[in-house]
């Protein structure tokens, strides 16, 4: 076949296909600024280079379902925070509750609302495990890549990685002078500056100093007193420093800031979502005292407008080290995390009201220790480590209740009602290896264990308050007290079966296991919860074709999870509990095709069906509801039978259809860019609760970027083009506020002009 005929085949089996608009991840290779990064120059599509498995290795070599995309991918889309990361991430769901980062991967994710919870999405900063939720929100900038596992990761990664891991690789110091600046400005009165600078200090010293500032007009207003709601403003700097004393020798220090002070972060008001025991609706008190709902959901009505704080800071160290045959890699961090937010409870108030106030503070300090030892033989390959991390919280969930709620006439006095301070601390140990066999020359056989010992203990205090007004002034009278400790261990094997039997072309069956800890419910007042597991089965094909012009990467897999942690309101109370089994099965697909050199497309296909096969809990917004018998930590309750209920942030399916047409020009290229991202509905309850879902929805984005040979870039991008309504997480408030449903909303229509240097 000729080469014409070649390109009219592939553009007909594309369009066949249906491919349309995104920017090839994991698929066509980008230059970034990082050697990490570095592709393989080839005359078809190429490769990202990951070290997903703790070695530097071709994406399409690596017998794991993997996505990465580089930060002049994200860049050129217009990029600047997670959700644009993931919106065309295969079975990846991101949103945010209270401040905090919510990712799900293959329906497995956060969704504790109380202050100390923990993912299940191990989420890394260059080497480095981020436990806080809310760290992970920090500004997105002057990034070399980012690798995106999806299923349990117990064996090489941390803690809590019985989802996935995400990766965030920041680039690196340069021995040249190089660097960019770059001024962005969109509609919201959105303006943000960001750029770095790297080069040489002195012989075998180089260093890098970026920064991101970002300040941006509320997406709504608080009809009440008239200020900006979900609006944003966030400052962030890093500073890297490598020194290479010896050719085999280098150390990388590491110091990075961000203060984040907006409006963001409350909850818009949808309805009310609670009944009586006798079924009958119940109206919440912000209706009740005479609050009206705005007409434009973007918008609050209340008289407490939001406020959300982060100040998040660290200092780390990595040192590579070779020895011979032998590689030795230590990573050391001290990550401090400060976090105060503050909402309407109840979504929706008249002046002058204040029916009820959410307040989270924490702040959280941590210290990891990683060391690796890995070699390579002619019959394989090793990686042996062993990992320390502590973490010392101390947070703090209070909750002031408007008198009119308890039957006192209106307008009501706030209360101080529910407080709840305390403290966690964390411990955790674990060794890990993986070996890889090479059996033949085509077939590769991985084992992998992890152990894992983690301790955790809890100081916590407790009112309920209903005999003074509130006022911040006011002493704490703790009415309950709770110390405990617990241990829990877990040893976690990982078997992979790989066989390649030509180059672009990997067959793989893999079985792993995933381990979260059991832990403490800070201002629950429980026992502690048990750990949860993930057994995962999966088989995938990687493979190349048409010399290299059409990419098929394909995976199926079959979860079997235990003891599955979940959160549920019981009045002000927010309770762990542990479902007893859910089942989750699913496909994914990649498949990005180059019909012409100057056409890029790609389309991401997930299917995911994610169910509790043993659930029972009281939903406390419908106690009419509760006719099964539920039972937890040996007692016995009303309930509701949740089994073959869809699990929380698991969309049945996902889509990404992206082109990327190039266009030569005298002085550089001209790239036209566009995408469409589908999601179906998404369940943001156990219950099942219409109300508290999200209907299907598309997102559709498109960028036009000049790049010339001279470094200057300039883009215009806009997201959301047809300015799509919807939630990105939906929750049924307290009872004691007439169990109003309050819902995050995602960010309407957006475009901007961009203009970079790189030198």
């Not at 920090?138 to 980012?146: E, I, L, P, Q, T």
């Not at 799509?724 to 169990?739: C, K, L, N, P």
Request: net charge neutral.
């Amino acid at each position: 076949m000729n080469s014409q005929k070649l390109k009219h085949s592939l553009l007909c089996s594309a369009t066949a296909l249906g491919l349309s608009a995104v920017p090839l991840q994991s698929a066509v290779a980008q230059t970034t600024p990082s050697a990490a990064t570095a592709q393989e120059e080839t005359s078809g599509l190429q490769e990202i280079v990951v070290t997903a498995q703790k070695r530097s290795e071709g994406i399409q070599s690596t017998p794991v379902s993997i996505t990465a995309v580089s930060g002049e991918q994200l860049a050129a889309k217009g990029v600047t925070n997670l959700q644009g990361v993931f919106e065309s991430t295969p079975n990846v769901q991101f949103s945010q509750s209270t401040g905090n980062a919510r990712i799900a991967v293959r329906g497995v994710g956060y969704d504790s609302t109380n202050t100390g919870g923990e993912g299940r999405v191990a989420y890394h900063v260059d080497g480095v495990y981020l436990s806080r939720p809310t760290a992970i929100l920090g500004s997105f900038y002057d990034v070399a890549r980012v690798e995106v596992l999806r299923g349990p990761q117990g064996t090489l990664y941390g803690r809590n990685a019985t989802a996935g891991a995400i990766n965030v690789i920041t680039n690196d110091p340069t021995q040249d002078l190089s660097g960019y600046a770059q001024l962005s400005y969109g509609n919201y009165q959105r303006i943000e500056g960001q750029g770095a600078v790297s080069g040489a200090l002195a012989d075998g010293v180089e260093a890098r100093l970026a920064f991101d500032v970002v300040h941006r007009d509320g997406y709504g207003k608080n009809l009440i007193t008239g200020e900006d709601i979900d609006n944003e403003s966030s400052q962030a700097v890093r500073g890297k420093l490598a020194l290479k004393p010896t050719d085999n020798l280098r150390v990388t220090l590491s110091a990075d800031f961000l203060r984040e002070k907006d409006n963001s972060g409350e909850g818009h008001f949808f309805g009310n979502g609670g009944f009586t025991a006798a079924g009958v609706p119940v109206i919440s008190v912000g209706l009740r005292q005479g609050g009206v709902p705005p007409s434009n959901p973007r918008d609050v009505a209340t008289q407490l407008t939001p406020t959300l704080y982060r100040k998040i800071y660290g200092f780390g160290g990595q040192i590579d080290w070779s020895l011979g045959d032998f590689d030795v890699t230590s990573i050391t961090a001290w990550r401090h995390t400060t976090y105060d937010a503050v909402s309407d409870l109840g979504g929706v108030s008249p002046p002058n009201v204040i029916n009820a106030i959410f307040h989270q503070h924490e702040v959280a300090q941590q210290f990891s220790e990683e060391v690796r030892v890995s070699t390579k033989r002619s019959w394989g390959s090793i990686v042996i480590g062993g990992y320390y991390f502590h973490e010392h919280i101390d947070g703090d969930s209070a909750v002031p209740i408007n008198s009119f709620s308890f039957g006192a006439p209106s307008p009501g006095i706030l209360l101080q009602a529910y407080e709840a301070p305390g403290t966690i601390v964390t411990d955790a140990l674990a060794a890990f290896g993986q070996v890889t066999f090479n059996l033949t020359e085509e077939l590769k056989l991985d084992l992998g264990a992890r152990y894992s010992t983690e301790r955790k203990a809890i100081d916590e205090q407790f009112a309920y308050d209903l005999t003074r007004p509130y006022s911040p002034t006011n002493a704490f009278i703790p009415t309950r007290f709770n110390t405990d400790a617990d241990r829990w261990n877990s040893f976690d094997p990982k078997v992979v079966l790989s066989y390649s039997p030509r180059r672009s072309l990997l067959l793989y069956a893999s079985y792993s296991k995933g381990f979260k800890s059991g832990g403490f419910n800070l201002g629950g007042l429980q026992p502690p919860f048990n750990p949860e597991k993930i057994t995962d089965y999966e088989v995938g094909i990687k493979a190349d074709w048409l010399d290299r012009r059409l990419r098929t990467n394909i995976s199926g897999f079959w979860y079997d999870y235990k003891d599955l942690q979940a959160s549920i309101i019981n009045a002000t109370v927010v309770q762990v509990v542990n479902a007893a089994k859910a089942r989750v099965r699913g496909v994914e697909a990649e498949i990005t095709a180059l019909p012409i050199p100057e056409l890029e497309l790609q389309a991401n296909v997930a299917y995911l069906d994610g169910r509790y096969t043993s659930f029972c809990t009281a939903d406390p917004a419908r106690p009419n509801l509760s006719t099964s018998t539920c039972s937890y930590n040996g007692a016995t309750f009303p309930g509701i039978d949740l089994n073959g209920n869809p699990m929380t942030q698991a969309p049945k399916w996902t889509t990404s259809f992206a082109a990327t047409y190039t266009v030569a020009m005298p002085a550089g290229d001209l790239r036209l860019r566009g995408e469409v991202n589908t999601i179906s509905k998404v369940y943001y309850s156990p219950f099942k609760r219409d109300e508290v879902a999200q209907p299907g929805y598309a997102l559709i984005n498109a960028s036009v970027t000049y790049r010339t040979n001279s470094g200057v870039t300039l883009t215009a991008y806009a997201r959301n083009l047809t300015n799509e309504f919807y939630r990105v997480s939906t929750s049924v408030s307290s009872a004691s506020v007439g169990s109003p449903i309050t819902a995050l909303v995602g960010a309407p229509r957006t475009y901007g002009l961009s203009a970079r240097y790189d030198f």
